[in-house]
């Protein structure tokens, strides 16, 4: 617990002297400085304890009814605490230099429509503050041992995570995505809260570790899906995700979508077993979501031209991953199918930390590629394989990775997952039989959407010619930018390698969640295909050894690249990324449901048939849910407010009446039927 005393205390020293100092040379050590000491620190203190199996606590007094500063670090919230450490430090590495270059290069959030270019000249010291504010709240989250020292990190996770992502708040896309997130998070922090009340309220104690079963379970379970899931990511409770994560800095996207998200699962890891035996419905309900956010994140991201667009819903696609997986491990628990669970949770934790490292790094190499050109628009790149051989070339491992294509790490969970729904092809009968084969159908389905995904992403974002001059003159990142990169990509390889290895370690943390589990087969089931990563690497040799040979060998002949008869070739000439993916979105327009829209020079529609006339094209594919659901309910409420506004007057009467009536809705919840100390 010490080295975990030290994690925290480095990250709030390095914040708070950031935040006082601001000067950038200073702030810039004071902040680099604490995430490095802290993540360090925590993960010495996460290994000791998932490798032991052990648990440790730590509690002190405070000042805050019925509050306590509890902490309890178990094998569950190590498995949790050492992506915090690994990717909090190397994100941090990473951000001062790329602050620097948004210090005198411009917004860093600018919509994929404007240039990324007018000078801001703002300090760095806010936001190496609030970057280590955020890692020691999540910190905090997954080993608080108390529900007001819970409540009160998530909503500091919240806060700062929000101060981060409107780092370019002039921008107006940048306000309306911190506001949307800033909702959002806030209706996950009251759902929280509820569950909290009610779990308190049930067993008469605050500590974590005491509680047990809870009464009425369908609300419990329903305010841990919403409050949980809107932080997870879970479809239909994302909304926020595809616009927050691409406003924000680079690395702050890479830190929100790798490992931020894991927090909302931490929350159903560690609250759903305390709820009691699972309900076959929490389970089938896991997987429906689970599978609609698995698909529909990948469709959605091939239709994307913003690069970090694409990966935040390739974000909302791992978690629908993820979501299924819970389902499944929920799913073999009720039904008394130890080995089914077990394999399931495995797949669940495995997978976490795969995209922990995959994801980090494709943030990080598209974000520097993104401010290289002034642009975050794919059409506006190109090139860049050829000219950044090291930010390329891990590019590519990154994209190969988080596609999951055999022999890299990411592929080796998704093999336990699709293992374990096999195993459940073989044992379950009847509607767990249909949800675990409709699962099946939808991950082939996700499996070749996000492969084309990727696949477009780097042949027209990293190949080609530079369709823009902000891509042609692009300067490589310093070494400060690239080293992190250079070691996200050695961890997919390092787990490619050892897969078995890595499967065996969360075996203690499975355990935690789902006691009478069978564990044991899950590093067997991996560790073949550990093969597979020597095999990927000396076929790739033999391929560049065989086009050296052939290339010195051969005549070297130049010639004009074949145009369909234009006189003259240009970066124009190039797959978009709009027709590259037209093939996909045209089939699963259902339902992506395209916005087009024509414009053209002239008086009317009629004038863009003819020649000399500048036609403009564009589509556009706006999230669903956010578009069908949300706003009209928002708009619903917005203008249920206006009519309470124009119906009551100002007053501090009138505001007072309805905290009072409000308060005692809240205290009304502990005499529900069941619901009491």
């Known amino acids: 617990m010490s080295a975990l005393g030290v994690a925290i ?96 290069g411009g917004p860093i959030g600018s919509p994929i429509g404007s240039p990324i270019g007018s000078p801001i000249g703002s300090p760095i010291g806010g936001s190496l503050a609030a970057y280590n504010l955020l890692l020691a709240s999540m910190a905090v989250v997954v080993t608080a041992n108390d529900l007001v020292l819970f409540l009160v990190a998530w909503e500091l996770m919240t806060l700062s995570s929000w101060a981060l992502v409107v780092s370019d708040h002039p921008i107006a896309a940048v306000r309306s995505a911190g506001r ?57 409770m994302h909304v926020w995700l595809p616009d927050a994560h691409p406003a924000a800095p680079s690395h702050v996207s890479a830190l929100m979508s790798a490992v931020m998200i894991t927090m909302g699962f931490y929350g159903l890891a560690r609250f759903l077993p305390i709820l ?82 995959a994801k980090a790094l494709v943030f990080l190499g598209f974000g520097a590629v993104a401010q290289g050109a002034h642009s975050r628009s794919l059409d506006a790149l190109g090139g860049m394989l050829a000219r950044w051989r090291t930010v390329g070339t891990t590019l590519v491992l990154g994209t190969a990775a988080i596609a999951s294509l055999p022999g890299l790490n990411v592929f080796a969970s998704e093999w336990l997952l699709l293992r374990d729904l096999l195993l459940g092809v073989l044992l379950l009968k009847g509607a767990a039989l249909v949800a675990v084969l409709a699962a099946l159908s939808l991950i082939a389905l996700t499996g070749g959407v996000v492969v084309a995904c990727f696949a477009r992403l780097v042949g027209i974002g990293l190949l080609g010619v530079p369709r823009t001059p902000g891509a042609a003159t692009a300067a490589e990142p310093s070494w400060a930018m690239r080293a992190p990169m250079l070691a996200l990509a050695a961890g997919c390889l390092g787990v490619a390698a050892m897969p078995g290895q890595v499967a065996g370690a969360l075996a203690p943390a499975v355990m935690v969640i789902a006691r009478g589990s069978d564990v044991a087969g899950a590093r067997g089931i991996v560790q073949p295909i550990a093969v597979l990563l020597p095999l990927l690497a000396t076929l790739t040799g ?62 009317g529609p009629q004038r863009a048939l003819w020649p000399g006339k500048r036609v403009a094209w564009t589509s556009s594919a706006p999230d669903r849910v956010l578009v069908g659901l949300y706003e009209p309910v928002f708009l619903a409420v917005g203008r249920v407010g206006a009519w309470a506004r124009r119906r009551s007057p100002p007053r501090v009467a009138t505001s007072l009446l309805y905290i009072v009536l409000t308060v005692l809705a809240l205290l009304g919840l502990l005499f529900l039927p069941g619901v009491g100390p």
């Open 180 to 236: 949307q997130y800033l909702i959002a998070g806030h209706l996950a922090t009251a759902a929280l809260f509820l569950l909290s009340i009610l779990l308190a309220a049930d067993r008469g104690t605050f500590a974590i570790d005491a509680l047990a079963g809870g009464s009425p379970r369908t609300l419990l379970f329903l305010l841990a899906l919403v409050g949980f899931g809107t932080k997870a990511g879970i479809v239909p």
């Open 276 to 357: 009691g035996p699972p309900a076959l419905w929490w389970a089938y309900l896991l997987m429906a979501l689970g599978a609609a956010g698995a698909a529909g994140g990948g469709v959605f991201a091939v239709a994307q031209r913003d690069v970090k667009r694409v990966l935040a819903y390739s974000t909302v696609e791992n978690a629908g991953l993820v979501t299924l997986g819970m389902g499944l491990g929920l799913l073999g628990t009720a039904l008394n199918q130890p080995l089914l669970a077990g394999l399931a949770w495995t797949a669940v934790l495995f997978h976490l930390w795969n995209h922990a490292l």
């Open 542 to 603: 033999l391929v560049l050894l065989l086009r050296t040979g052939i290339g010195r060998a051969a005549p070297r002949r130049q010639s004009v690249t074949w145009a369909c008869g234009y006189p003259a070739t240009g970066p124009a000439m190039q797959y978009t990324s709009t027709s590259f993916s037209e093939p996909l979105t045209r089939l699963m327009d259902p339902l992506l449901r395209m916005e087009v829209r024509y414009a053209a020079d002239g008086a």
């Open 9 to 104: 205390g480095s990250w709030l020293i390095g914040s708070s002297v950031a935040f006082v100092v601001r000067r950038r040379a200073i702030a810039g050590v004071a902040g680099v400085g604490g995430a490095l000491a802290g993540g360090v620190a925590a993960a010495i203190a996460g290994t000791r304890v998932l490798l032991a199996g052990t648990t440790v606590t730590w509690s002190a007094p405070w000042r805050v009814p019925a509050g306590t500063l509890g902490l309890r670090l178990d094998p569950l919230a190590a498995v949790f605490l050492l992506p915090i450490a690994v990717v909090g430090a190397l994100c941090a590495i990473y951000g001062v230099a790329y602050l620097r270059r948004h210090v005198h």
